[in-house]
Each structure stands twice: as C-alpha cells, then as structure tokens.
T-cell receptor, first 113, second 116 residues
C-alpha cells in the first residue's frame, strides 16, 4: 500500500505564481519528511526537509507546512520560475533498524513564462 | 560536500552480458542504497547496506547482485537481465547514525540502463 499519498499528479503554474503540492501519511512512526526535486535524467536532489516537532520551515522561495494532527504536509514554491519545472517527490522516513524512506508518487510541475 | 557519484552515466547491454554499476561517496556515510526508477515513477528500494553489511534486500531477482567493498563504495553486478529491467538505477547514501531518528538520503545522478 502507498505509505505516502501525494497530489496533484501534475501542476501548471504561471511564472511568479505559487505552486502548492500536498502529501499525507498514516504511519505516526515517520519522523523525517524530505522533499526531493528531480530533473529529467537526473537523480533526486534534496530540496528541503522537516521534522514533526516544527510546523513550518522556510528556505528561500520554498516552504514546508506540516500539520502533525492531520498527518499532512505540503510544499509551497513562491514566485515560481520556469527553472523550477521538474518532478517533486515528497517522502517520509523512519528509523526501524534501518533508514526507511517512503516516496510519494510525484508531482510534475510546469511553470510557464 | 554532499556528492554521490555513479558510473557509468549510460549503459546498454544485451541479455547475456555481465556488467557492473559503481557508486562512490566520501561523506563518511555508513549506509548506502540501490534504487530502481522507472519513467514517471518514484524510486523503488532494491538493497540497503549498513556498515558494509547487507541489511535489506527487497526481494530483488538474483540477476542483480550488490557488493559493498568498503564504506565508500557500492557496486551492483548485473547478469542475464531482461528488457523490463531497463530503468534509471540510483545510488544513495546516508549517515545512518541510528540515533535521533531517520536522516537524509543523498542521491547520485543515476545510471541509465537499457537492456536490449
């Protein structure tokens, strides 16, 4: 079963707009929530990550909002640029003798000029 | 430096060939991973090495054989692959301290494998 659910599957945003990607999880043992950005033919690159003891983390134009009680988290990309066009994966991770990472299904973001 | 390197970038092989993928990291990480990624899908975990010992094998067919010669290197030996094994193969590493919960996995650029 899918441990992390991600939506939308694809997203088209105008340059300068806000891109929002949502994720949800069920397993309360998850204690680390990274977001990865992947360009075609490249490996996933860590974009930003959060732990469940904080509700928000901001790095430049990228913000994670985290709602522990609802078991949901989201990525906001402010002032979206064409260079942000990529696939974004949310993920959830926990330690149970190994560092287990569970990916969402991915969101293909296209930012149009 | 959070760099994981992988060679080769591209590999084309026939179903009877034997080839190897290589991965290297110099971040002092003690866990290394192999993932397989098909187009428009998230990475799927294949193997995990922790402190140079195989700790997770996600029921991967025996035509894939991992090897961890030392804490910085990870290989994936390929033999008698099928066309459906064509994919992007990703290596990752993490600190894997075992304390303070899960930590970041850093991914390499991947090897694009095509099986004819």
């Amino acid at each position: 079963q899918q441990q992390v659910k991600q939506s939308p599957q694809s997203l088209i945003v105008q340059k300068g707009g806000i891109s929002i990607i949502n994720c949800a999880y069920e397993n309360t043992a998850f204690d680390y929530f990274p977001w990865y950005q992947q360009f075609p033919g490249k490996g996933p690159a860590l974009l930003i990550a959060i732990r469940p003891d904080v509700s928000e983390k901001k790095e430049g134009r990228f913000t994670i909002s985290f709602n522990k009680s609802a078991k949901q988290f989201s990525l906001h990309i402010m002032d979206s640029q064409p260079g942000d066009s990529a696939t974004y994966f949310c993920a959830a991770s926990m330690w149970d003798g190994a560092n287990n990472l569970f990916f969402g299904t991915g969101t293909r973001l296209t930012v149009i000029p | 430096d959070t760099e994981v390197t992988q060679t080769p970038k591209h590999l084309v092989m026939g179903m009877t060939n034997k080839k190897s993928l290589k991965c290297e990291q110099h971040m002092g990480h003690r866990a290394m991973y192999w993932y397989k990624q098909k187009a428009k899908k998230p990475p799927e975990l294949m193997f995990v090495y922790s402190y140079e010992k195989l700790s997770i094998n996600e029921s991967v067919p025996s035509r894939f054989s991992p090897e961890c010669p030392n804490s910085s290197l990870l290989n994936l030996h390929l033999h008698a692959l099928q066309p459906e094994d064509s994919a992007l193969y990703l290596c990752a590493s993490s600190q894997d301290s075992g304390t303070g919960g899960a930590d970041t996995q850093y991914f390499g650029p991947g090897t694009r494998l095509t099986v004819l």
